[in-house]
């Protein structure tokens, strides 16, 4: 099974900063990884899929980027619906997900 | 715009069984692979069932292999698991998710998600 380590756990941000989220997976999955978001009581949003392509829908200021075993989600100014947590998920082998990193408001 | 509905939850005995339903609109059901995945209380998410488009492959994540059972009919839009031999860790959120590919080119992630249907096992 791969397994896919997010990090940090949790992410203390204020609105309008930054957000860059990691994952790294225990064997190379190529560009296959997705990200998404879930916000309390709701279903998960699918984000960006193959690494870097944002989904139908999903502001500019998502971005993914990251090959092989290490990639990176940046959202590049906090909008307040973006506190939530966010999962990445692989499909090179199956399908799983990390931990997830959630964003809170600092 | 696709709409997916869950519906079949509720409150089992370890051992028992459940089905849960879901029922897709939106989309053409019978081009696209569906997945149940399911997120215990508190917890993350797990994948934990594939059936491609035709219905003609199905697959399972280990922990429920041999219990549960999914199926597709594409002539009623409709995606069931049956979920037998239930035990406590099973205690999830369950949702069903449209896979992404078309005619099982390029899929393998979820891009519309059901609201969920609660499963609870306890004695």
């Known amino acids: 099974e791969i397994v896919l380590t997010q990090s940090p756990v949790t992410l203390s941000l204020y609105p309008g900063e930054r957000a860059t989220l990691s994952c790294r997976a225990s064997?190379?999955?190529?560009?296959?990884l997705a990200w998404y978001q879930q916000k309390p009581g709701q279903a998960p949003r699918l984000l960006i899929y193959?690494?870097?392509n944002r989904a139908t829908g999903v502001p500019a200021r998502f971005s993914g980027s990251g090959y092989g075993t290490d990639f990176t989600l940046t959202i590049s100014s906090l909008e307040p619906e973006d506190f939530a947590v966010y999962y990445c998920?692989?499909?090179?082998?199956?399908?799983?997900f990390g931990g997830g990193t959630k964003i809170e408001i600092k | 715009q696709v709409n997916l509905v869950e519906s079949g939850g509720g409150v089992v005995q370890p051992g028992g069984s459940l089905r849960l339903s879901c029922a897709a609109s939106?989309?053409?059901?019978?081009?696209?692979?569906m997945h149940w995945v399911r997120q215990p209380p508190g917890k993350g998410l797990q994948w934990v069932s594939f059936?491609?488009?035709?219905?003609?492959?199905?697959y399972y994540t280990d922990s429920v292999k041999g219990r549960f059972t999914i199926s597709k009919d594409n002539s009623r839009n409709t995606l069931d698991l049956q979920i037998n031999s239930l035990r406590p860790d099973d205690t999830a959120i369950y949702y069903c998710?449209?896979?992404?590919?078309?005619?099982?080119?390029?899929?393998?992630?979820?891009?519309?998600w059901g609201q969920g249907v609660r499963v609870t096992v306890s004695s």
């Open positions: 998920q692989q499909r090179a082998h199956w399908f799983t």
């Open positions: 939106g989309f053409a059901f019978s081009s696209f692979g």
């Open positions: 998710a449209k896979d992404r590919g078309y005619s099982g080119y390029d899929g393998g992630y979820f891009d519309y």
């Open positions: 064997q190379g999955v190529n560009s296959y």
């Open positions: 193959d690494a870097s």
């Open positions: 059936i491609q488009f035709d219905g003609a492959n199905k």
